[in-house]
């Protein structure tokens, strides 16, 4: 494994992402229920979590984002937008549990 130092509109472009989706507090606001189903269209999307003690993305990742979305109307942590996110893009692509 190596690292390297790259922009993200650069690592977008390598991964082939088809759709990025950032989720702020300052998006529209959308169920994540519904951002989901948007995501699941794509072949490789992108899902980009803010979460920052202080300030938001940088002008450059809004832009290399398709959309930018607002789950909840409260400010919530990190890790709990996460969870959200996962569960339910799971049930919009039908993954079964058993």
Sequence with gaps: MSLKQETLP????EISSDNVV???TQGS??????????????QRPVLLVGS?????FSS???????????ID???????T?????????ERAIGLERF
Excluded: C
Excluded at 29 to 42: F, G, I, S
């Design 52 to 56: 920052f003690p202080v300030g938001h």
């Design 73 to 79: 109307r409260r400010r919530l942590d990190a890790w």
């Design 10 to 13: 650069k690592l977008l472009n």
């Design 60 to 70: 450059q990742t809004v832009d290399a984002s398709s959309a930018t979305y607002r």
């Design 22 to 24: 950032a989720l702020t």
């Design 29 to 42: 606001p959308k169920a994540m229920e519904m951002v989901a189903d948007e995501l699941k269209k794509a």
């Design 81 to 89: 937008v996460v969870g959200r996110s996962i569960y339910d893009y």
